[in-house]
């Protein structure tokens, strides 16, 4: 029997002996702990009105032995990068999540009844304000793909012995993203992965598509290349006993299926519909089902944890080091290019992120089977062990992407614009977790011309400026590009970089330096009667319709606002201050909530008048140039707004 | 033999005899089509310089076998409700959609090499510009949710023996959308669809996961609960033995798993890397590749199709019976809703839905296993023959609704307006099919309380913006919540609205008028010192703040924005105008792309200041009234903001 002696608030010390599952007394500090867990989800999520007990208590056995037979853990050091992981992808269990940590010491007991409190880090589903939860969980059929990613890194980039355990709901096991985690985790061969499916057979509004039938999840995973186990979920010895197998097994990933009932340990919540989400009411009711979990006198909290396996440096700070941002711009090679030469952003953001491979060795890259047209090729080309091909599956992508953030690597992730619309819930849940991820998105705009509007990305300056805290940046040119991939290796949290797909002429000099947040004034005169406000493509058609324009005696500014959030919000104004308070915003993207709604927000409380040109309706296949001008941001198209401003007396000549 | 005389411009005839495929010379006009099929593709893409022909080379037999030996449609008539559909999943194989219509008499051959030209219907991924084509696609993995979609209609509403096929690239089988149709699929017993997965190997960078491992695909459809048959794509009688065999499963869909090169017919193309996305040059290229696949004299247009099985009305126009809009809101039964009684308005939702469903029998619902939250139950227990329960699989329950939508019917959408984000690839595609569908998110905003940030709609109205011709709906009231609904079963395109969890006081009169595009001014004086804009629960808020800022001898004017987008601009300045051009909108939302960005973009032009009132960071659990106040929105934060504004000097007390 394992015992261990670990006070959370002293220095731990850690001692082991081997556990053997097969006699029944072993499994008695395990049941206990079951019980435990459960008694703590009742009185937890009754304490704060509100909360998911019946989920909880399905899974009380499963997490009992995963946190106390099966997992390797410092419970005084959640940055132990020897920990194993374990990731609650039904997150809406969080009360019983926190019941483990607390019962394996690593948060004192009483914090369990903050539950959902406002000043609690032990919110209703997890996040990381609890340093023990790497990534947030609580939209379901995402803890999977975090787990992928955990388990990259341990298997193939930092070779740690650990494993990662997920705890899937069986209603969650209905989206797409754990089945876009399933086939990576059995292509990648990820051994060190442990899946554990809590089949109770209800979702929240009816019962779940396959109810309790056990053997439709299992034929599924193992058809997917999976090693795959049926237990009885309620049943220690077995749940230990497929734990224990999962170690063994070497080359493919573990689904563990447990059959279970919600609710179970309580009789009248046992297998009922209808109490999803419910919590008990304080009083009669709770202790109603608490007469019916004894302690028996087993009132102190069993600290059982297994250590890591190879003990690695103490963390200084929880979380600090394996996150902390690296400084590698001082480090970045000068771009290398002529003015007036035409090279894509995309391929500029691939030249970069090698330069960046290179100077940092936690720099990692995925790309969703697009890297020809990305340009991350030229990633895998350079480093071919820090790159993981994602195939078409971009939910997963970016969920493996959180993985290894939690694991201190710095992922560059890749596809078109267009679609990182497929992974919205996730970019978004990351969001939520505050880790540190890049997407690049290339493709952007009606400029990719012939392929048509399934392959534009017309919303993603929207979809990216909603997230919390995001850093979107949009070079016009290679100089630009590079500098800014540059740039963004360092930022914290979410950065979005919309890269284009025609070559456009290198504006900048190698030199010239990018802040995010800046911007470039590009042409001024103190005659001009306004400022026109481009990025990307619609910035060169600007410089275009400046020069027609002055041929005809009207001078404009010109700004390539390459830092749309956060935008320059004082270099704009000050423009529009000397510009009639006029600005004219030109965008490749749809009407609402790109660059234009940028600057309108940065401008918004100065009556600063702004004239948006963007794409207003569904476009559809044609020449890049055609496209831009009949959808009203080509050069012409702006020489066309500027001269009808003028007419109409809007503004005048100077 | 079967022989078939049409002619596309003059009234088809159709004639048929039994078709039996066991003798070779019946193959020979097939393998005749797919030739010309092939030729088409590379004819057609090299004239357009861009395209994909090796993608389409991989499936010329399957789609001449598909077209011209199993499916029944009349090519004279796209909308004929009895038709087989084709759904083109893998999107770039284009051109030889274009070439089977062609070649069946539904298109002129000559119309093939406009592909991708800025004024052809024929557009470099399928769009329903062309009317054979009900929704887009290009963005992969989606074709099998709209086949579902289509076959629940056929099966389970319009009872058609009809069949649906979609063809699927191999790649594509990674996203995860493909994996929830598939679940759903044979959750729902389709048998009336046909999936046919062309397996090249190749993918868009590399090769697929699976490579040509056919099995690799049976073996998880097997796993899904499909009927799979594994053939050799270039065999066309395995390929009509399939298709035959597909005809009589019953009560469970077929997979049909073909192995192919890509680039087939064309020993230079066959099976090589390299040569996804490129057209062969015109000229030598061109020929080259031309002289290994000779007509041999058989240069006249093959016109074969099958009759649909049931011969229904000719459409009187191509498209637009089944489609057509239909008036409800006049039969709309009004809502019976006291002042002052307090109802989410999520139920309301519900109540509003069962009417619709009552005036119209095209009115269907789908939810993902949250019905008991957003309150689709109801409709689920007025109409359950309508009602579809997707489960947690949002990504398909959009795309069944896309389906669905093609085939006539009225769907109305609904989860959690967080989990919308898990869509927002297929509600985009949507977008560009201009698809009539209303999406119906609940528990938008901090307002949700102790679940926190996982579960809170705080991006959605950024989202559902940027969706081209959308309308975007947030009632405040049960009043409103209902007209609104009845609003929106009229209108065409993508239509949003936005529900709340908490219950909220009828503030309006049953009888009162909601147009789309308007606003409703609650409070109003000569004296305000400035307009609040709100909308849902913050407009309550808002008039929480108006009585304590009346106490204290400031007047502020209160406008309801229910309709975000149209936005009321013309009632928005016209207040601004009034209020010292001034104005304030408080939302439950992120800070960008929300309310805020669409009051600023309707005043844009006009000099206007606006001070945006949102939530600026991740919020966190804790109880709804804590949250509004934390994070900026509530009441008190509001009155304070206006003071400020005042003691600032910003604008006159009157």
Redesign the interface.
């Known amino acids: 029997m394992a015992l261990f002696s670990t006070d959370a608030n002293s220095k731990s010390r850690i001692e082991e002996e081997e556990l053997s599952v097969t006699s029944v007394q072993d499994l008695a500090p395990l049941q206990l702990a079951a019980r435990k867990l459960r008694i703590h989800s009742l009185r937890s999520t009754a304490e704060?009105?509100?909360?998911h007990p019946t989920s909880c208590l399905s899974a009380a056995d499963l997490v009992a032995a995963v946190f106390f037979h099966a997992m390797r853990f410092d419970p005084a050091d959640p940055a132990n990068p020897c920990n194993d992981r374990f990731i609650l992808s039904k997150?809406h269990a969080a009360p019983i999540l926190y019941a483990a940590l607390a019962e394996a010491g690593a948060l004192p007991v009483e914090k369990l009844y903050t539950l959902?409190?406002?000043t609690?880090e032990l919110?209703?589903?997890p996040?990381p304000?609890l340093s023990w939860v790497g990534a947030?969980?609580?939209?379901?059929?995402q803890g999977l793909s975090i787990g992928v990613g955990m388990a990259l890194n341990g298997k193939y980039l930092d070779k740690l012995d650990s494993r990662v355990y997920v705890l899937l709901g069986d209603?969650?096991v209905?989206?797409?993203?754990?089945?876009?985690a399933a086939?990576i985790a059995a292509?990648y061969r990820l051994d060190n992965l442990i899946g554990i499916i809590d089949v109770n057979g209800l979702?929240?509004?009816?019962r779940?598509?396959y109810d309790g039938d056990v053997t439709a999840y299992q034929?599924?995973f193992?058809?997917?290349g999976w090693h795959t186990v049926v237990i009885d979920g309620h049943n220690m010895q077995q749940i230990c006993a497929a734990l224990d197998e999962a170690q063994g097994v070497k080359e493919r990933p573990t689904m563990i299926v447990a059959r279970t009932l919600k609710g179970k340990g309580v009789s009248f919540l046992e297998d009922r519909d209808g109490w999803h989400g419910k919590p008990l009411k304080k009083g009669e009711e709770l202790e109603k089902a608490l007469k019916e979990l004894p302690l028996n006198g087993a009132g102190e909290p069993l600290r059982v944890a297994r250590p890591p396996l190879r003990t690695g440096p103490r963390s200084t700070s929880p979380v600090a080091v394996t996150l902390a941002v690296t400084p590698m711009a001082a480090d970045f090679p000068a771009p290398s290019y002529q003015l007036g030469e035409k090279v894509a952003t995309r391929a500029a953001y691939g030249t970069a992120l090698v330069k960046l491979g290179t100077i940092n060795p936690r720099v990692v890259a995925l790309?969703g089977?697009?890297?020809?047209?990305t340009f991350a090729?030229k990633f895998l080309a350079a480093h071919p062990q820090r790159y993981f091909?994602s195939?078409?599956?971009e939910?997963?992508m970016v969920g493996a992407a959180v993985g290894l953030a939690t694991c201190g690597k710095i992922p560059f992730v890749s596809t078109f614009a267009?679609?990182f619309?497929?992974a919205?819930?996730h970019?978004?849940?990351a969001?939520?977790s505050?880790v540190t991820i890049k997407y690049v998105g290339s493709h952007c705009g009606v400029s990719i011309?012939?392929?048509?509007?399934?392959?534009m990305g017309?919303?993603d300056l929207?979809?990216m400026?909603?997230?919390?805290?995001s850093t979107v940046l949009y070079p016009c040119d290679a100089v630009s590009a590079e500098r800014l991939v540059a740039a963004a290796a360092e930022l914290k949290g979410t950065t979005y970089i919309r890269t284009s797909r025609p070559a456009t002429p290198v504006i900048y000099h190698n030199i010239e330096e990018f802040p995010v947040g800046g911007s470039k004034v590009l042409r001024t005169s103190p005659r001009d009667c306004l400022t026109v406000i481009a990025a990307g493509v619609t910035l060169h058609e600007a410089l275009t319709a400046y020069e027609t324009l002055r041929a005809a005696g009207i001078l404009v500014r010109v700004i390539d606002a390459y830092s749309v959030?956060p935008i320059d919000a004082e270099g704009i104004l000050h423009a529009a201050g000397q510009t009639h308070?006029t600005l004219m915003v030109v965008e490749d993207h749809?009407?609402?909530?790109?660059l234009?709604?940028?600057v309108?927000?940065a401008v918004?409380?100065?009556?600063?008048?702004?004239?948006?040109l963007a794409?207003?309706?569904?476009p559809?296949?044609?020449?890049p140039e055609?496209?831009l001008d009949?959808y009203g941001i080509s050069a012409r198209r702006i020489v066309e707004q500027v001269k009808s401003l003028l007419a109409q007396g809007v503004l005048p000549l100077s």
């Open positions: 704060a009105g509100s909360g997150g959902r409190k406002f609690s919110e209703g589903h996040t304000r947030a969980t609580g939209s379901l059929g209603g969650e209905a989206e797409g993203g754990v089945w876009e086939a292509h979702g929240q509004s009816q779940t598509m034929v599924r193992a058809a997917f790309d089977d697009t890297k020809n047209s090729e091909e195939y078409i599956a939910q997963n267009a679609f619309t497929r919205f819930d970019i978004r849940m969001g939520i505050g011309g012939e392929d048509g509007p399934s392959q017309l919303e929207a979809m400026r909603a997230v919390p805290h959030k308070n749809y009407y609402d909530g790109g234009g709604d940028a309108l927000s918004a409380t100065y009556g600063v008048r702004v004239y948006k794409v207003t309706e569904v559809r296949s044609g020449k055609e496209l009949v």
